[in-house]
């Protein structure tokens, strides 16, 4: 029976494997990292609505400010797209993050862009496209906010929103409080099909969003996850050949730091 029973899930691992190419670079698969973060300040408004205007989902990370406000940043220290030299965790929304240029870096046009709070980023949310929401660190104590932040408006949902963390305490804890909400476990390309299995099974998550590496993620490893009945994604990718492996391997969607630019590459290809 042991050898019947381990014959029947390489089968369906060879079966995945050999039909992989199930999505391609569209405006449904492709994920625009810290919204269209290569046109637009990186988690901000402009990048956001950037992408959801060129018709994409996006993804942005959150943190809970001192004064427990949940906003959209990406460093641990707001210093290097603010000049602030602070902990995200240890700033005050109403005092300090509020005040801020997050977009002058970037280019004169984007002065006095302000970070974002999650409830101004819900907005956006519509069907057809996805909102990633990353939510950084492992300390679980902004899970409530969240939770208390979505229960508040009308226009995010689980058909159009979804939680990634490296945390895995947050996975947990983002499962438990808002079950209905698909959530997704953060995890570098070296971690091995056994180990992600291992992880997913433990926190009760919908699936793995893993960085990609084509020397390390072949179509075999994501087939393995998806035979145990996981979703799999892929990160960062800004070039059009390796978001086309990622793809024909069986990723499901691609976060990219370009998407408009890989989809008329790609459209321009065909």
């Not at 862009?113 to 907005?123: D, M, N």
């Not at 995010?156 to 698909?182: D, H, W």
């Not at 998550?205 to 087939?223: C, L, M, S």
Request: with cysteine; glycine share 6%.
């Amino acid at each position: 029976m042991k050898m019947l029973k381990m014959a029947s899930i390489a089968g369906t691992i060879a079966a995945l494997a050999g039909c992989a190419t199930t999505s391609e670079p569209a405006y449904d698969t492709l994920i625009a990292h810290r919204g269209e973060s290569k046109d637009a300040p990186e988690n901000t408004l402009p990048a956001y609505k950037m992408a959801v205007d060129r018709g994409f989902g996006f993804e942005c990370d959150v943190y809970l400010s001192s004064d427990k406000r949940v906003f959209s940043f990406h460093d641990s220290n707001l210093k290097r797209t603010t000049g602030k030299d602070l902990p995200c965790t240890k700033a005050s929304w109403e005092e300090t993050i509020s005040k801020l240029d997050a977009g002058k870096w970037k280019g004169k046009q984007w002065a006095g862009t302000r970070p974002a709070l999650l409830e101004e980023i819900l907005e956006l949310a519509r069907d057809g496209r996805q909102i990633y929401v990353e939510v950084k660190g492992n300390n679980p104590v902004i899970v409530p906010y969240i939770r208390d932040i979505f229960a508040r408006q009308t226009k995010a949902t689980p058909r159009n929103v979804l939680f990634i963390s490296f945390g895995r305490e947050i996975c947990r804890a983002l499962k438990k409080q808002m079950p209905e909400y698909r959530v997704y476990w953060l995890v570098g390309s070296s971690a091995t099909v056994d180990s992600v299995l291992a992880t997913l099974k433990d926190l009760g998550v919908d699936g793995v969003d893993q960085h990609f590496n084509p020397k390390v993620i072949t179509a075999e490893y994501i087939a393995a996850i998806k035979a145990a009945g996981f979703e799999y994604h892929s990160w960062t990718i800004d070039k059009l050949d390796i978001a086309r492996m990622a793809f024909a391997r069986g990723a499901q969607t691609v976060t990219t730091n370009c998407a408009k630019k890989l989809l008329d590459e790609y459209k321009a290809a065909r």
